[in-house]
Antibody, heavy 117, light 110 residues
Framework: EVKLVESGGGVVRPGGSLRLSCAGSGFIFDDYVMSWVRQAPGKGLEWISAISWNGDNTGYADSVKGRFTISRDNAKNSLYLQMNSLTVDDTALYYC??????????WGQGTLVTVSS | QSVLTQPPSASGTPGQRVTISCSGSDSNIGYNTVNWYQQFTGTAPKRLIYSNSQRPSGVPDRFSGSKSGTSASLAISGLQSEDEADYYCAAWDDSLNVYVFGTGTKVTVL
């Protein structure tokens, strides 16, 4: 069974930083592109970043480019999202997702990031 | 804001057919396949349809997807109470180089 478990969310002040993690199991982690998607409270889904199987290629939404960095450690079956210069607009539930036959074929349960003073 | 437009809501009585539209452009739906996701309140999204019309194993065949030009549709035939959820379309956008989601449609079973 494919399982994705996010962690690392919490409350942070504007301008602060946070590092999210996503642990994958039930599949060969380094066979897959991985993505992060977020959902602000009461709002829709927003894709924010993806990383190739070996980490050589990454992509970002304009809303996070230059502030967020996606990375992975295939030896640990883990995906990461380093978030810097956080603003209140970054408050959201952050999901990691696997890109299989299609993008975002499996999702984790999400980790909540709240940016507030 | 999202580049894929969906109606904010749709509804029907049990057993009815409900259709949700997703309107985009050449750079997304026009040149790429469409996926659909189902999200129940308080839970993570789940892939419902991929590659325009393919159902993952375990998804009931009352859910179907189609695409024509720069628009796509999700149909729910034989609507059931457990189908009450939010539904999102999504596609890669070649111009923006991002995976774009639709605005989302809340389906209510009357």
């Amino acid at each position: 069974e494919v399982k994705l478990v996010e962690s690392g969310g919490g409350v942070v002040r504007p301008g602060g930083s946070l590092r999210l993690s996503c642990a994958g199991s039930g599949f060969i982690f380094d066979d897959y592109v991985m993505s992060w998607v977020r959902q602000a409270p009461g709002k829709g889904l927003e894709w924010i970043s993806a990383i190739s199987w070996n980490g050589d290629n990454t992509g970002y939404a304009d809303s996070v480019k230059g502030r967020f960095t996606i990375s992975r450690d295939n030896a640990k079956n883990s995906l990461y999202l380093q978030m810097n210069s956080l603003t209140v607009d970054d408050t959201a539930l952050y999901y990691c997702a696997r890109d299989g036959v299609s993008r975002c074929d499996y999702w984790g349960q999400g980790t909540l990031v709240t940016v507030s003073s | 804001q999202s580049v894929l437009t969906q109606p904010p809501s749709a509804s029907g009585t049990p057993g009815q057919r409900v259709t949700i539209s997703c309107s985009g452009s050449d750079s997304n739906i026009g040149y790429n396949t469409v996926n659909w996701y189902q999200q129940f309140t308080g839970t993570a999204p789940k892939r419902l349809i991929y590659s325009n019309s393919q159902r993952p194993s375990g998804v009931p065949d009352r859910f179907s997807g189609s695409k024509s030009g720069t628009s796509a549709s999700l149909a729910i035939s034989g609507l059931q109470s457990e189908d009450e959820a939010d539904y999102y379309c999504a596609a890669w956008d070649d111009s923006l180089n991002v995976y774009v989601f639709g605005t989302g449609t809340k389906v209510t079973v009357l």
